[in-house]
Nanobody
Framework: QVLLVESGGGLVQPGGSLRLSCAASGFTFENYAIGWFRQAPGKEREGVSCINSRDENTRSADFVKERFTISRDNAKNTVYLQMNSLKPEDTAVYYC?????????????????WGQGTQVTVSS
């Protein structure tokens, strides 16, 4: 059974940082590309960053480049999203998702497996 569990969300002031974690189990982690997505109230879910299964190349949405960094530790079956210089518009529920592919994509429909999400709130 595929299981993805996000953690690390919370309340942070504008300009602050958070590191999200996505712990995976129930599948051969190194064979799966992993993506981070987010959904703000009243908005559609959107791709944030993703990382390939084996070569660790990444893709990121333009709105998070230079601020967010995705990484993975295949020995720990975990993917991280380091978020710096956070803005109020980054407030959303953040989800990780997995797909049995080498090359990751940022499309929501590409991913069959999803975690439950973790809330990130950026506010003073």
């Amino acid at each position: 059974q595929v299981l993805l569990v996000e953690s690390g969300g919370g309340l942070v002031q504008p300009g602050g940082s958070l590191r999200l974690s996505c712990a995976a189990s129930g599948f051969t982690f190194e064979n799966y590309a992993i993506g981070w997505f987010r959904q703000a109230p009243g908005k559609e879910r959107e791709g944030v960053s993703c990382i390939n299964s084996r070569d660790e190349n990444t893709r990121s949405a333009d709105f998070v480049k230079e601020r967010f960094t995705i990484s993975r530790d295949n020995a720990k079956n975990t993917v991280y999203l380091q978020m710096n210089s956070l803005k109020p518009e980054d407030t959303a529920v953040y989800y990780c998702a997995a797909v049995f592919l080498w090359f990751c994509k940022l499309g929501v429909d590409e991913y069959p497996y999803w975690g439950q999400g973790t809330q990130v709130t950026v506010s003073s």
